[in-house]
């Protein structure tokens, strides 16, 4: 079952049907540049982020959708049958006004700034979606967003299941008693790893995992020597799959500054989808639940009480994992492929409980 369709289930308990919501007029949004925005007609929006494309999908606004970024991958199929305005800090101020949009919906950080600024002087109203990485951040994006739409009551059902997830995430996080050691690798180029620090989605998704941001010292993502490596001492690497620029398990334990560390030793590395691990949308508690499953194997048979009503029960692909953490999957009856229990999602009686 796809999110799309969960929240659709939600949407039906709150007591509206997705297709019939009446199109805003007149709505004030304040923004990320700390701006009153007035919204006259949401009926066309271009969308800029992956975050807020779920959302907008989500809350059963697909049909509104004029054109995406190439960030906005899920859900996959749909996504992709829309207008694509390029790479959300690369867009260019006529791809995006080309649709004819009646609002743009733009993460915080999208660009060039150039850009930015002509969209900002036409006519169409332009709100920047703030991205604060973490839970309070995410129920936010979904009010705005919602709000944006004149959908609050959507927003306000939606963020009752987000909100649901990641008490069920802190249930699970709680059975944790020794976290390990997680360093998020962007890029090793030519031996030169781009780590992540603090105040970053990676830190952030490591940390709703239930485990420790290898790196403390920095905050971003920086490109760290063989020592800081080392000093680090990470038990785990993490990385997302990028196609050809994905980071590659084996190069990593043949790194001569991680061939020093409990990473080579125990071949521990995790690669997941960019847009699932660091998105922050609907769908991040589901991401930190299989995070923490593949960092803590015994933690599985809890975790198929975790029934995720934002996202879904698809595992990871996992390039490579420690012989001790697959045995550790063996006996706990875990493997790759989650048990059916862990897919199911959340009811739509209990997801959602507003009334009209």
Same mark, same amino acid.
């Given at each position: 079952?796809t999110?799309?369709?969960?929240l ?6 709150? &007591? #509206?049907?997705?297709?019939? =919501? ?9 923004? $990320? !540049?700390? @701006? +009153? ?7 066309r929006?271009?969308?800029?982020g992956?975050?807020i ?6 809350? &059963? #606004?697909?049909?509104?959708? =004029?054109g ?8 996959? $199929? !749909?996504? @992709? +049958? ?15 006004l ?10 915080q ?9 002509v969209?900002?002087? $036409?006519k ?5 979606v ?7 951040g995410?129920?936010?994006?979904i009010?705005?967003?919602g ?6 009551k959507?927003?306000?059902c939606?963020t ?5 997830d990641?008490a069920q995430l ?11 050691r997680?360093?998020?690798v ?5 031996g030169?790893?781009?780590?992540a620090?603090q ?17 403390d ?18 038990d ?7 196609g050809?620029?994905s980071?590659d ?7 001569p500054a ?5 990473v080579?030793?125990n071949?521990?590395f ?8 660091l998105?922050?949308g609907p769908?991040?508690?589901?991401a ?12 599985a048979?809890?975790?198929?009480k ?14 490579a ?20 229990s862990?897919t ?8 959602c409980?507003?009334?009209?």
């Amino acid at each position: 079952m796809t999110i799309c369709r969960t929240l659709a289930l939600s949407a039906a308990t709150c &007591g #509206f049907l997705l297709g019939g =919501a009446a199109i805003a007029a007149g709505i004030t949004v304040h923004d $990320a !540049r700390n @701006r +009153d925005v007035t919204i006259a007609d949401p009926a066309r929006i271009v969308s800029i982020g992956g975050a807020i494309t779920e959302i907008l999908y989500a809350l &059963g #606004f697909e049909d509104r959708l =004029a054109g995406v970024d190439t960030t906005s991958l899920y859900p996959a $199929a !749909r996504a @992709r +049958d829309k207008p694509n305005v390029g790479y959300m800090r690369q867009l260019s101020a006529e791809g995006v006004l080309g649709l004819n949009p009646s609002l743009v919906l733009a993460v915080q950080g999208s660009g060039p700034k150039e850009t930015m600024d002509v969209l900002e002087a $036409a006519k169409v109203p332009l709100v920047l979606v703030p991205e604060t990485f973490s839970e309070a951040g995410l129920l936010d994006k979904i009010k705005l967003v919602g709000h944006a739409m004149g959908a609050d009551k959507r927003a306000e059902c939606l963020t009752a299941v987000v909100t649901d997830d990641l008490a069920q995430l802190r249930e699970l996080r709680a059975k944790v008693t020794k976290p390990v050691r997680v360093m998020f690798v962007m890029s090793l180029l030519n031996g030169r790893a781009m780590a992540a620090g603090q105040k970053t989605a990676a830190n952030e998704i490591i940390a709703l995992a239930g485990a420790v941001n290898a790196i403390d010292g920095y905050d971003g993502y920086k490109i760290i020597n063989d020592e800081a490596i080392v000093a680090a001492k990470p038990d785990v690497v993490l990385s997302i799959q990028r196609g050809k620029d994905s980071v590659d398990a084996e190069a990593v334990y043949v790194h001569p500054a991680f061939a020093l560390t409990p990473v080579a030793a125990n071949k521990t590395f995790i690669s997941m989808e960019g847009l699932y691990l660091l998105g922050f949308g609907p769908r991040t508690a589901a991401a930190a639940r299989d995070l923490s499953i593949q960092l803590y194997p015994a933690l599985a048979p809890q975790a198929e009480k975790f029934k995720p009503g934002g996202g879904h029960g698809k595992l990871p692909a996992v390039t490579a994992l420690s012989d001790s953490a697959e045995r550790a999957k063996q006996r706990s009856g875990y493997a790759l492929r989650p048990p059916a229990s862990l897919t199911r999602h959340l009811p739509a009686r209990r997801a959602c409980r507003l009334r009209r």
